[in-house]
């Protein structure tokens, strides 16, 4: 590494004929990072006879990579010397796109345990598709949400290398594509181990068809190249239609079917035909049911390619996956129509058929009668069920927080659980600590170096030692201070970016996260709403001034959620615009919440809302990330709040709502009944219909009214119970806004909760993976 600066000088020179002063953007990033990936090129290799666990996921949500890979070398300051030192800002890499390979928290997950690997020294290699356009960029028109390609790549990607000689042939029914690798190396902090995130990139076998286009057929002769390039251009496809739904399942099969391939070539160069040991080499979690379709193509490579039983083959890959649950959600739990499965994956399907006759005999040995053994069929009228195919073809099922396991064991697998109770775990989530704090506070993380030592960035229960300057007031003012500058910070980067005036001396209320309706934005909404009628009446007094800040994305098929946001934007319009309130109260929806979003809007939050409602959310890390940062949860007893509770203290959380157990044992739930009854209540849900905000003329709005009060075909009235839960809501949110009048004891519940964050790292997260499932500590 001794050469870092010299190496980013040759670079420019050789590749674009420049000096730093005179480079641009592209070329400065290209340099810094090539010479980077020169640094750390002699560790980046596997080491041979080690068992390795193969992460596989539909999302890697890695953000912006170039300052977390320099930060993990232990070059991130050489270079802002560097840059310095030739006149560079050495923010201008915060002009660079995201790796925007991942919608939410399951992407963001599988990004911090790989970091967590790499730092642990567990060998863990990630693998994924390399998608063109990421999810989508987004900008709001009127109040609207508008989806753009978002083109990550247009500065290059100079920390991947292409693995042509290890591409694969795919096949599905009608079409035989590419699979192309490109390689991410993943850094250990203190640039020790360096795994691999392998990312497939779908391409034609035959790009152009020079007889088709002689015959001025011109789409037809690239049509093989635009069908390939369609199964890796986007994330998450909207699959509302048949053809959509298509292109998902090839989606999953492509990375799922690569990787196998990949897996069975390397285990045969050293091992040859014996495949009993290959468990022993390999361990792959799935990660939720997206790449479960692994399962049967590694059993179909097994008997087709290496001539095994189904009895050894399916020994083999039993001993080999494990699967990781992350939502009790439905729609979630991926299914598949089998006439399309059999279009899509004729090959394949066979043996999901070997699968399931398996699951029969095994349950019909047990004693189970033809009824029982129906409710566990992985093909059951004419679907596929993907979840229950991962259990019963798996040894280890694992819930991501306490409270989500115990939902899987008592409800919502409770006959799955009864049948497999050793398979069943609990791994709950976390969050790296270089990225989430050590890079993006590092006012916060030098304060907590001063008065802690370093060793937390590693081992992050270190931060416990905070908490013994809970009464300092000289630290707590310390604490403060970073708060407030990281708030000005914010406030720079929002006028900056969205042309708003934000004031530091508000209250930050933040709730940023996918937009869904059991994360209950709309809660939030009505909740803004209640505060302002209450500030316009006079009946509430003694308010802090405070802003409501929203970050979001909606999927684009997701009709509700595309509403939420268009109402949350009429009500900033009301708030915003009205004199009484707007040095009181203020509404912002940021555009294109990303993760380096994130990383400037959660250092700064006073307040995290964690509202879903009680058992949807399984667990959450945003609510971690926040703690770390020192901000108080405002939120229900729900996935890892519970969690955060237990360990930072109820007196310093604010938590309200119905609980787990009070909505199960709650019979003849009327939400209209407390629409009539509460005259509060009922004029903040009105105004979805009674003309205090326009949607446009969509009927949305009306959508979102009947969604509380009649339900749908697929859900009851208020299936959310977000009515049931609004009054508490409101009374644990105004008495975190009057608890932040006193600074002095609001910080210390900040500094309380930070010192407590130390069992949501990763860290400890991919240790319990390595020993407890994987095989591969001790």
Not at 49 to 78: H, I
Not at 135 to 162: A, H
Not at 347 to 366: D, F, G, H, I, T
Request: proline content about 3%.
């Amino acid at each position: 590494m001794q050469n870092f600066e010299n190496d980013i000088q040759t670079i420019l020179r050789l590749d674009g004929g420049v000096s730093p002063e005179r480079a641009n953007l592209r070329q400065l990033y290209d340099a810094v990072s090539k010479a980077a990936m020169a640094a750390l090129a002699p560790r980046w290799q596997e080491q041979p006879g080690q068992k390795r666990a193969c992460y596989l996921s539909a999302e890697f949500l890695l953000g912006r990579l170039v300052y977390s890979n320099l930060m993990n070398l232990g070059l991130l300051d050489r270079c802002k010397t560097f840059l310095n030192g030739h006149g560079i800002d050495p923010a201008i890499f915060e002009q660079i796109e995201d790796d925007a390979l991942g919608n939410g928290g399951l992407g963001r997950l599988a990004a911090c345990f790989l970091d967590s690997a790499a730092t642990q020294g567990v060998p863990l290699d990630g693998f994924g598709i390399r998608y063109r356009y990421g999810l989508f960029r987004q900008r709001f028109e009127d109040g609207f949400q508008r989806e753009e390609p978002d083109d990550w790549l247009r500065f290059g990607d100079p920390w991947s290398v292409r693995k042509e000689e290890e591409a694969v042939l795919v096949r599905f029914g009608g079409q035989t594509v590419k699979a192309v690798p490109y390689d991410m190396p993943v850094i250990g902090y203190g640039g020790g181990l360096v795994n691999t995130l392998r990312l497939w990139q779908a391409e034609a076998v035959e790009e152009f068809d020079f007889d088709l286009f002689n015959r001025q057929e011109y789409d037809a002769a690239v049509q093989q190249k635009n069908r390939a390039e369609d199964i890796s251009a986007v994330l998450y496809p909207n699959d509302d239609t048949d053809e959509g739904r298509r292109l998902r399942l090839k989606q999953q099969y492509f990375f799922a079917s690569a990787t196998m391939q990949t897996l069975v070539r390397r285990y045969a160069a050293v091992h040859g035909v014996d495949f009993s040991g290959f468990w022993e080499q390999y361990a792959i979690q799935l990660n939720d049911t997206h790449p479960t379709v692994a399962i049967p193509e590694l059993l179909r490579l097994l008997m087709e390619q290496q001539l095994l039983s189904f009895e050894e083959a399916f020994d083999i890959v039993e001993k080999t996956f494990a699967y990781t649950n992350h939502t009790i959600m439905a729609e979630a739990l991926e299914k598949w129509n089998v006439p399309l499965f059999c279009s899509v994956l004729p090959e394949v399907y066979p043996y999901v058929v070997m699968l399931q006759n398996a699951l029969m005999r095994s349950l019909a040995a047990k004693g189970f009668s033809a009824e029982k053994r129906a409710g566990y069929s992985i093909i059951e009228k004419e679907t596929v069920h993907m979840a229950r195919m991962a259990i019963f073809a798996g040894h280890t099922i694992n819930g991501v927080a306490k409270i989500h396991t115990e939902i899987l064991k008592n409800s919502a697998l409770k006959d799955w659980y009864q049948l497999y109770p050793t398979r069943f775990q609990n791994k709950t989530n976390g969050i790296t600590q270089r990225r989430w704090l050590a890079l993006c506070n590092p006012e916060l993380s030098g304060l907590v170096t001063d008065l802690c030592g370093d060793g937390w960035q590693t081992d992050l229960e270190q931060i416990k030692g905070l908490e013994r300057f809970a009464e300092d007031p000289a630290v707590l003012e310390r604490f403060a201070a970073v708060k407030l500058e990281k708030k000005r910070q914010l406030c720079a980067f929002v006028q900056e970016q969205e042309g708003v005036r934000l004031d530091p001396a508000f209250l930050f209320d933040v709730q940023i996260k996918r937009l869904h309706e059991y994360k209950r934005q709309l809660l939030n909404a009505f909740s803004i709403l209640d505060l302002y009628f209450a500030l316009k009446d006079g009946t509430l007094t003694g308010w802090n001034p405070a802003v409501f800040l929203f970050g979001a994305k909606a999927a684009p098929g997701y009709r509700r959620a595309k509403g939420i946001i268009k109402y949350i934007h009429e009500i900033a319009k009301l708030v915003n615009g009205d004199p009484d309130t707007n040095g009181r109260l203020q509404v912002v929806f940021v555009q294109n919440y990303n993760v380096s979003y994130a990383e400037k809007l959660i250092p700064a939050a006073d307040v995290s809302e964690q509202i879903s409602t009680a058992g949807t959310e399984a667990s959450g890390t945003g609510n971690m990330k926040f703690m770390l940062n020192g901000a108080v949860t405002l939120g229900t007893l729900d996935g890892a709040n519970i969690e955060i509770v237990e360990q930072a203290g109820r007196e310093n959380n604010y938590i309200f709502g119905a609980t787990v157990e009070e909505l199960t044992a709650l019979e003849g739930y009327d939400p209209v009944r407390i629409l009539k009854e509460n005259v509060r209540i009922r004029r903040v849900v009105d105004t979805l219909i009674d003309g205090t905000f326009s949607d446009g003329g969509t009927g949305v709005f009306q959508e979102l009214y009947d969604s509380l009060t009649i339900g749908a075909s697929w859900h009851a009235p208020d299936q959310y119970y977000l009515l049931l839960d609004f009054l508490p809501y409101c009374d644990a949110k105004r008495q975190s806004n009057k608890d932040y009048g006193n600074r002095l004891a609001f910080t210390k519940k900040c500094l309380i909760n930070t010192a407590n964050a130390g069992t949501f790292s990763s860290d400890r997260t991919i240790r319990e993976y390595a020993k407890e499932i994987w095989g591969i500590l001790r």
